[in-house]
């Protein structure tokens, strides 16, 4: 029988986007020291980290675990209430150790290890050549599980970013309403990144991956027009 190709679809429809997945930069092998520190940023912010997706980056240890110091490293994440995902792209030894133990590489940090050397860094475009990309705009409210995400530039959000949702930006973050959920500036490494918001309620806030959550930040700034900057590792904020 003649089947119509119009009237069939796919069991499967495959994407690959944008998704909040925190990073895990282990400077020691111990699995209990990682449970313990995880168990602690839990305690901080259970309905942000709980069940939250956790990638390792090996990078910083001084000599790459084997696969059973591994393992042991995977079980604390899972002992500590995250769940690992998958490892950060680095050597091929890295990429060897995640074969074997069945996990992924995430993409963004397999291209920054694939990049040839020969090869220039890529080049966001300078503003004073009048080639940068213009901010990307958004005018209406971004809901709980909506996300927002501007590529190689800022983001500015003209309504609120309600409870739940997230704005994400390589660049800078303006938010000029309510900022609730989470914001995410600097998403690609761009430690000079800002977040500015006219009322401050986030459940957390990143500037090239250095975060506070909300807790965390002091209550004369809660529902006060914020900016958040980083000074070398530590991300600062203050009332505008």
Same mark, same amino acid.
Request: charged letters at 20%; aromatic letters at 4%; hydrophobic letters at 45%.
């Given at each position: 029988?003649?089947?119509d190709? %119009?009237?069939?679809?796919?069991a499967?429809?495959?994407r690959? +986007?944008?998704v +909040?997945?925190?990073?895990?930069? =282990? /400077?020691?092998?111990?699995?209990? $020291?990682? &449970?313990?520190?995880?168990?602690? &940023?839990?305690?901080?912010?259970?309905?942000?980290f709980?069940?939250?997706?956790?990638? @390792?980056?090996?990078?910083? =240890?001084?000599? @790459?675990?084997?696969?059973?110091?591994?393992?042991?490293?995977?079980?604390?994440?899972?002992?500590?209430?995250?769940?690992?995902?998958?490892l950060?792209?680095?050597?091929?030894?890295?990429? /060897? @150790?995640?074969?074997?133990? +069945?996990?992924?590489?995430? %993409?963004?940090? /397999?291209?920054?290890?694939?990049?040839?050397?020969?090869?220039a860094?890529?080049?966001v475009?300078d503003?004073?050549?009048?080639? %940068?990309?213009?901010? #990307?705009?958004? %005018? /209406?409210?971004?809901?709980?599980?909506?996300?927002?995400?501007?590529?190689?530039?800022?983001?500015?959000?003209g309504?609120?970013? +309600?409870?739940?949702?997230?704005?994400?930006?390589?660049?800078? $973050?303006?938010?000029?309403?309510?900022?609730?959920?989470?914001a #995410?500036?600097?998403?690609?490494?761009?430690?000079?990144? &800002?977040?500015y918001?006219?009322?401050?309620h986030?459940?957390? $806030?990143? $500037?090239?991956?250095?975060?506070r959550?909300?807790?965390d930040?002091?209550?004369?700034?809660?529902?006060?027009?914020?900016?958040?900057?980083?000074?070398?590792? &530590?991300?600062? #904020?203050?009332?505008l």
């Amino acid at each position: 029988m003649a089947v119509d190709g %119009a009237a069939v679809q796919a069991a499967v429809e495959l994407r690959f +986007g944008q998704v +909040g997945v925190a990073t895990a930069f =282990l /400077r020691s092998a111990d699995a209990a $020291i990682l &449970r313990s520190e995880l168990q602690q &940023r839990l305690a901080t912010a259970p309905t942000l980290f709980s069940r939250a997706p956790l990638v @390792l980056d090996l990078s910083r =240890l001084p000599d @790459l675990p084997n696969c059973d110091t591994t393992l042991a490293l995977l079980q604390a994440v899972r002992d500590a209430g995250m769940l690992p995902v998958g490892l950060a792209y680095g050597t091929a030894q890295n990429a /060897r @150790l995640a074969e074997t133990l +069945g996990l992924p590489l995430f %993409a963004k940090f /397999r291209q920054q290890a694939e990049r040839p050397a020969s090869v220039a860094t890529e080049q966001v475009p300078d503003a004073a050549s009048g080639n %940068a990309p213009s901010a #990307l705009h958004h %005018a /209406r409210p971004v809901r709980s599980g909506q996300q927002i995400y501007a590529r190689q530039r800022d983001l500015v959000v003209g309504a609120a970013v +309600g409870s739940g949702a997230e704005a994400v930006a390589d660049g800078s $973050i303006h938010v000029y309403g309510r900022l609730g959920g989470r914001a #995410l500036a600097g998403a690609r490494g761009d430690t000079g990144a &800002r977040i500015y918001c006219r009322e401050f309620h986030a459940e957390l $806030i990143s $500037i090239a991956g250095h975060y506070r959550v909300l807790e965390d930040v002091p209550v004369a700034l809660h529902g006060k027009p914020v900016q958040a900057w980083l000074e070398g590792e &530590r991300l600062m #904020l203050e009332k505008l």
